[in-house]
């Protein structure tokens, strides 16, 4: 049996005997109070009555007649003269009547004695009422009852009393049990679960739908698995597709340098351009251990950003000017359309500055011809930039992709043009972690637009 069961099932049977116990205690005093009061009250009236209808302790015949009578009523009687002797008894009954006695009846007021019979289970219970004759004091009538009669009653119902309460109690075991078992059984079911999960079964899951906080855990509990399913095959593919971007360069730096090694080479022009493929591909080596350490810095929440008040457009400037020499080489004009007081964001510099410096990147990157339109705006509670180029552009379907880290429009394209397939990915999680926006739209061989949006600063 479960410990909750056992805990639940001590529980409510303690609550359920500290409710019992009391009421039973009080139920079984009310029960007896009223009985005797009842019958306190119905030997009363029959003694007052009685009492009043006697005329002369001498007549035995009325006296016979009240002992018939009080036999019809399952009662006895018990006739007394103004000295305490007994006139009359229905039975064989000793009462020790005092001087008090007496004299509380001679002054007409009733009084309640104990009877005792032959044996023991034969007491009884009297009302005495004075016997007056025009005004003096003649005797007094008892009438009893039997305690045994007023018990009888009372223990039918302490027995009915114990008989329910030990009802209830095997009905609360009972009812006990099966809720118990009913909380316990999804409970050991998610805790086997989440075992399986911290075991690394991860596609385990666990069927409870009902719509309290135990469905609510289970529903944590599959989200929880669900999650870590998907990051542990996004840690995956993260992996493979590091050890493959790594594995490129590498091949091209050992196949070059051993060319060099073994003098492969005719002139001393083609050993330079050896050497500079050799330099090239290391400079990317460098450039993608850099981003892959920056993005697992921000994946891991790890990155410290020095958030300050800046101007924004003062680090699109300076970032605009670092890639002048590169939109002359390749022919590209520079259109620059920045607004007026553009108010102040809250940003990390040197941040802002990789972000713009990745979107001016891949801008002449993937733009062979025409422009790059920069344009900074302020409107409501946002600084808004947009970086629009009329280059090679994006379809649709791969404009979804585009900021997954790895995902490349043309894989052999952006490599031969030096991307690393993490700068929009970089871009992205830079952009959020300064609380801003970021989004983008293009048409195949028109061109790219990305727009960023940043709040302004209080
Ligand atoms: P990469 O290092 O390959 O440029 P990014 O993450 O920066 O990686 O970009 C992902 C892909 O998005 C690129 O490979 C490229 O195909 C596409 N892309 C990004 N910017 C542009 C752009 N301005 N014009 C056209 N395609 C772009």
Do not use: C
């Not at 049990?177 to 075992?195: G, I, N, Q, Y």
């Amino acid at each position: 049996m479960s410990k909750l069961v056992l805990k639940l099932g001590g529980i409510i049977m303690i609550s359920l005997l500290v409710v019992l116990l009391p009421l039973g205690y009080v139920a079984n005093k009310i029960f007896t109070n009223f009985y005797y009061s009842e019958v306190q009250s119905e030997i009363g009236e029959l003694s007052q009555k009685y009492a009043h209808t006697i005329t002369s302790l001498d007549d035995q015949e009325m006296i016979n007649m009240f002992k018939n009578l009080a036999d019809l009523t399952n009662k006895e009687i018990y006739i007394v003269d103004n000295m305490g002797k007994v006139i009359a008894d229905s039975g064989e009954h000793k009462t020790d009547l005092t001087k008090e006695d007496m004299n509380e009846l001679s002054s007409g007021q009733s009084i309640q004695k104990r009877f005792h019979g032959s044996n023991k289970e034969s007491t009884h219970l009297g009302l005495g009422y004075p016997i007056m004759n025009s005004g003096t004091f003649q005797g007094a009538f008892f009438v009893l009852a039997s305690i045994n009669d007023i018990q009888e009653p009372i223990e039918k119902i302490k027995d009915l009393l114990l008989l329910s309460a030990v009802g209830a109690l095997f009905l609360a075991l009972g009812i006990t049990f099966v809720v118990a078992k009913k909380m316990s059984d999804p409970l050991l079911e998610m805790e086997r679960a989440t075992r399986e999960i911290a075991k690394g079964n991860l596609d385990i899951r666990v069927d409870i739908s009902s719509r309290d906080e135990v469905g609510s855990l289970a529903k944590a509990i599959n989200d929880l698995a669900l999650e870590t399913n998907r990051y542990r095959t996004n840690r995956r593919e993260f992996l493979a597709n590091i050890s493959h971007e790594l594995r490129t360069p590498m091949s091209y730096l050992k196949g070059y340098a051993e060319v060099l090694k073994k003098g492969l080479y005719q002139t001393e022009e083609e050993k330079q351009d050896y050497l500079t493929i050799i330099e090239d591909e290391t400079d990317r080596l460098v450039l993608l251990i850099s981003d892959l350490f920056d993005l697992s810095k921000m994946e891991e929440g790890k990155i410290d950003l020095q958030l300050e008040r800046l101007d924004l457009t003062e680090v699109l400037d300076t970032t605009l000017f670092k890639h002048k020499i590169e939109l002359e080489k390749k022919g590209l004009s520079l259109q620059k359309q920045i607004g007026n007081h553009i108010p102040f964001i809250e940003a990390d510099g040197m941040r802002l500055e990789q972000i713009f410096t990745n979107l001016l990147g891949n801008a002449i990157r993937y733009t062979n011809k025409g422009y790059i339109h920069v344009k900074v705006w302020s409107a409501k509670n946002n600084v808004y930039v947009s970086i629009e180029d009329t280059g090679v552009g994006i379809s649709d379907e791969e404009l979804a992709l585009i900021f997954e880290r790895f995902h490349r429009v043309e894989k052999s394209r952006s490599r031969e043009l030096g991307g690393t397939g993490l700068g929009l990915a970089i871009v992205k999680n830079l952009v959020e972690l300064q609380h801003g926006t970021i989004s983008a739209s293009s048409q195949v061989d028109k061109g790219t637009r990305f727009q960023l949006s940043f709040p302004i600063a209080e």
